[in-house]
RNA sequence: GCGCCUCUAGCUCAAUGGCAGAGCAACGGACUCUUAAUCCGCAGGUUCUGGGUUCGAGUCCCAGGGGGCGCACCA
């Protein structure tokens, strides 16, 4: 035992006054699966005469007498932690400690009778107390509302919150780690806008007041992101969190979590090539296999992955041959009778899409690169080259879910106003979530914007998918929530 | 925003309209080999809130609040 380890201070704390003796550092020798790797397959009734020294949470408590076993959890794993009269100092005190506290402990490494490897703590030294408890030991936390307030409380009770977040943080670095390999570079642009475009949503309003104006928090940093590429950035990223002011649901937090990527000189094929890879190596690394299994479904990630156009979709699902190109009141009666909405202002564009989602997108369980969609519901994706009234772009749907959605990216000035105009029309007509014009854009495209392949994925539907979660909620450490009532 | 479900001790849950309970946690005590749940003892409540029906409401009705699910919106 050396001289930071306070295990004489510790032998004078008292339950009264236990806080007061906490140290300020406590460093210890080996994580807990280290000591575990290390002494692996002893028999049992086993004294190693090593010491190490160990930091975590006791998280079960058995006291048997002048014996006491506890288990200690650290980010590695946990241990068997054991105390005796005969041979821990201040072993009343240690035997005090409660489900919950953080203790730091010196002791042998040994098994139990039992053949468990233990720590037989000689020193100690409490860390911070749990003063709130933990709740159940068998049952823990089981009140949504309770686990995403108090969440800090809920990784330690529930494995599964852990485990989901995890992966969230691993896929995250993991996408960073794949795009720096490929030469892309992370970027940051601006949260608060003064237009909020590049996508269709109701943006939270703010106000700035030494500017005296109004400004949006960001439901997308697309047009920022082209920005950079019209600056000569070639090979961009941005990992971020975009806001839009909707509802709340299993799959719908208010902030979410996006990669927009944009590569010049490249178009929606390439895209297509860079998602599938991308997402099938992400999940080799993080959940250990390019096949998962989602809410009961077994995935195949692995590329390539199936293709099909918005049409075919369609038609595949409604056992005939639809086109766009078809009359729009044959489309309409179709989408009606599939249980969709028909706005008088909708053209056969809208039409397709609304069809899509009614009769469609469920079903794309295995990963699908639906491609060619209509320009009407695409005012940032480039012309289709060879099919009038459609652009290049493609939706990856997995498990019935839009997880993707990239194109050949717009980038003729004129084009872009006239979509703009076009958005602007439908905003007055009353879709108050048509895109509105951002004059700044249409006059950086003016400077010119290569040839440019854009992507966008959803990082929480990823995860969710990754981590076999239905909710949007387990994969986000802190999700929206009402403000707290009734504070205890 | 609409519909359905739900709210009882710190936690997990009981209680045909008839005395609000159990297990765990806490607290006091016993126990030197335990593995969520050893034994003994003790304590713990505005049954989410407010109205109403009833001799009597945790239970039925109405309104409100929190939460969940579905729909709508969207990613």
Same mark, same amino acid.
């Given at each position: 035992?050396?001289?930071?380890m ?22 210890g ?33 058995? /006291? ?7 288990? *200690?959890?650290? &980010? %590695? ?5 054991? @105390? +005796?009269? $005969?041979?821990t ?54 009140d ?31 996408? /960073?780690?794949?795009?720096?390999e490929?030469?892309? *570079?992370?970027? &940051? %642009? ?5 237009? @909020? +475009?590049? $996508? ?28 950079l ?52 190596s992400?999940?080799q ?23 099909l ?158 981590a ?21």
């Amino acid at each position: 035992m050396d001289e930071t380890m306070s295990s004489t201070e510790s032998s004078t704390v008292g339950k009264i006054s236990r806080a007061k003796s906490i140290p300020y550092s406590f460093v210890g020798t080996k994580k807990i699966a280290e000591v575990r790797t290390e002494f692996d397959g002893l028999e049992q009734d086993h004294r190693t005469g090593v010491n190490v020294r160990i930091a975590g949470r006791a998280m079960l408590v058995r /006291r048997q007498g002048k014996l006491c076993f506890f288990e *200690v959890v650290d &980010e %590695t794993a946990r241990i068997q932690v054991m @105390a +005796s009269q $005969a041979e821990t100092v201040d072993f009343d005190g240690f035997a005090s400690i409660a489900v919950g506290d953080w203790v730091g402990v010196d002791g042998e490494v040994i098994t139990s009778r039992r053949g468990e490897l233990s720590v037989m703590a000689q020193g100690w030294v409490l860390l911070a107390e749990n003063r709130r408890g933990f709740g159940d030991k068998w049952h823990g936390i089981s009140d949504p509302d309770v686990r995403y307030r108090r969440r800090y409380a809920d990784l330690w009770v529930n494995e599964r919150a852990r485990r989901s977040l995890a992966i969230r943080f691993k896929t995250v670095a993991e996408i /960073r780690r794949q795009l720096a390999e490929r030469d892309f *570079v992370e970027v &940051e %642009t601006p949260m608060l806008h003064p237009v @909020a +475009s590049g $996508a269709m949503a109701k943006p939270f309003v703010t106000h700035h007041n030494a500017l005296d104006m109004d400004l949006y928090l960001r439901i997308a940093p697309e047009l920022y992101l082209k920005r950079l590429v019209v600056g000569g950035f070639e090979r961009v990223y941005e990992i971020g969190r975009s806001f839009r002011n909707e509802g709340i649901s299993p799959r719908h937090n208010p902030e979410f979590t996006m990669l927009e990527l944009y590569q010049a000189y490249v178009d929606v094929e390439e895209m297509m090539r860079l998602t599938e890879e991308l997402i099938s190596s992400v999940a080799q690394v993080v959940v250990g296999s390019t096949t998962i299994t989602y809410q009961g479904e077994t995935i195949d990630l692995s590329p390539p992955w199936r293709r099909l156009t918005m049409e075919e979709a369609v038609s595949e699902s409604l056992g005939s041959d639809i086109s766009f190109y078809m009359p729009r009141e044959e489309l309409a009666k179709l989408v009606t009778e599939h249980g969709g909405k028909v706005d008088s202002s909708w053209g056969n564009g809208k039409l397709l899409l609304e069809l899509f989602e009614n009769v469609a997108e469920s079903g794309l369980i295995q990963p699908t690169f639906v491609y060619d969609h209509p320009m009407e519901i695409s005012p940032l994706a480039r012309d289709h080259r060879s099919r009038p009234g459609f652009v290049e772009r493609f939706e990856a749907f997995v498990a019935g879910r839009e997880l993707v959605n990239a194109f050949s990216e717009l980038n003729d000035p004129d084009e872009q106003k006239r979509r703009f105009a076009d958005q602007l029309e439908q905003r007055t007509a009353g879709d108050d979530e048509a895109m509105p014009m951002d004059s700044d854009y249409v006059r950086a495209l003016e400077y010119g914007l290569p040839p440019t392949g854009g992507l966008g994925i959803g990082i929480d539907r990823l995860v969710m998918l990754l981590a076999d979660e239905a909710q949007i909620r387990e994969v986000v450490a802190f999700p929206a929530m009402r403000a707290e009532q009734n504070f205890e």
